[in-house]
């Protein structure tokens, strides 16, 4: 098969859909991989390291929406991507469809199959594609919400961590699912004091039981709601 991997155009993405270590398992199994050109720049690989892992590097991707069997994205093709994908093709990326009416329609009338990585999931139920998601926006969320606390950003210049004399700042997470348990991960790390409210009781003691009585866990009511975010400096 031939496998095309272009670069992302959507605003403020930077990620790239194949790895020189991908390039190298997929030619492993004798497949052929094109890249188009400064696909990976922004996530660290050069042309050369896809040169030195097998994959030709083409100027353009019109050449490989034309000649690739197989095309691996990130994001979502936008409208110019669109336009190139033939009927046959094979499309894996994120597309969360759900909210995108126009671009179903679109993939339906280009009679392509488009593989939505938001969508694979394992035998448990759980997303695999969409759980680093996840794990990042929670762990980015505290660690950006701490930047806007400083008096230069526009905050009230509060330390999440405080220190000796001086309150922690309080964090409150509404939601223990992966983002919330990430951003509870990296509050704590930070010297936070952290409320989490849930319905599920069950992950609410498993994070209890994993911090050992350094957060506060309560279950989620709109009493318990506003008495929290009421007090917090960051939600």
Same mark, same amino acid.
């Given at each position: 098969? !031939?496998?095309?991997?272009? !670069? ?7 990620? %790239? ?33 896809? #040169?030195?892992? &097998? ?16 095309? =691996?994205? =990130? !994001? ?9 994908? +033939? ?24 009679? =392509? ?25 929670? +762990? ?30 309080? =964090?409150?997470?509404?939601? /223990? &699912? %992966?983002? &919330?348990?990430? /951003?509870? +991960?990296?509050? %704590?790390?930070?010297?936070?004091? %952290? ?8 992950? #609410? ?31």
């Amino acid at each position: 098969m !031939k496998i095309g991997c272009v !670069k992302e155009i959507k605003a403020h993405e930077y990620r %790239v859909g194949l790895t020189p270590a991908n390039v190298r398992m997929f030619i492993a199994q004798g497949h052929e991989v094109a890249m188009e050109c400064s696909a990976g720049i922004g996530s660290g690989f050069s042309d050369q390291d896809y #040169l030195t892992a &097998g994959a030709t590097v083409v100027n353009t991707p019109n050449a490989i929406f034309r000649d690739c069997d197989m095309i =691996v994205k =990130v !994001k979502e093709p936008q409208s110019s991507e669109i336009a190139m994908l +033939r009927e046959g093709q094979i499309l894996y990326t994120y597309l969360h469809l759900a909210a995108n009416e126009e671009l179903t329609r679109a993939l339906m009338e280009r009679n =392509v199959t488009a593989i939505a990585y938001e969508t694979m999931a394992l035998d448990n139920g759980s997303l695999p594609c969409l759980r680093p998601m996840s794990e990042i926006a929670g +762990r980015l969320s505290v660690q950006e919400g701490a930047k806007y606390l400083e008096s230069p950003y526009g905050g009230r210049g509060v330390l999440l961590g405080g220190v000796p004399g001086v309150p922690r700042g309080h =964090v409150v997470v509404l939601g /223990a &699912g %992966v983002v &919330g348990a990430n /951003a509870v +991960r990296v509050a %704590v790390g930070m010297g936070a004091a %952290v409320t989490i409210l849930d319905l599920d009781v069950n992950r #609410l003691s498993i994070l209890d039981d994993q911090y050992q009585g350094r957060i506060q866990t309560l279950y989620s009511t709109p009493d318990a709601i506003l008495s929290s975010v009421s007090g917090a400096d960051l939600v």
